[in-house]
Nanobody, 125 residues
Framework: VQLQASGGGLVQPGASLRLSCAAS????????MGWFRQAPGKEREFVAQ????????HYADSVKGRFTISRDRVKDTVYLQMNSLKPEDTAVYYC???????????????????WGQGTQVTVSS
């Protein structure tokens, strides 16, 4: 399984960005897909998760109401729409895939099997 993240950039506070994660090399119906982020000097933290087949979502409290995770099952792509961005959202954002997951929330990096390369998001005036 390969994951290719893209869409990061430099934006001002209050702006929006949409990250994409193109998945290939697998059949993802039983997967959960996640977005994580890592700021300099900090641990990698959970942002959002989506169940590939049913579309169930879960968010970190810090992004709830501002970020939306979605997936396109035809394009095998996961998105993270980020609105009302804040300076504290600045980080490298990673997409991740957990294979053959059962029901539940998976907020820890070591629960995921595959990782993309990361895309930098910088929010600054």
């Amino acid at each position: 399984v390969q994951l290719q993240a893209s869409g990061g950039g430099l934006v001002q506070p209050g702006a929006s960005l949409r990250l994409s994660c193109a998945a290939s090399g697998g059949t993802f119906n039983s997967y959960r897909m996640g977005w994580f982020r890592q700021a300099p000097g900090k641990e990698r933290e959970f942002v959002a998760q989506i169940r590939w087949w049913a579309g169930n979502t879960h968010y970190a409290d810090s992004v709830k109401g501002r970020f939306t995770i979605s997936r396109d099952r035809v394009k095998d792509t996961v998105y993270l729409q980020m609105n009302s961005l804040k300076p504290e959202d600045t980080a490298v954002y990673y997409c991740a895939a957990k294979a053959h997951s059962i029901s539940g929330v998976y907020p820890l990096p070591n629960q995921y099997d595959y990782w993309g390369q990361g895309t930098q998001v910088t929010v600054s005036s």
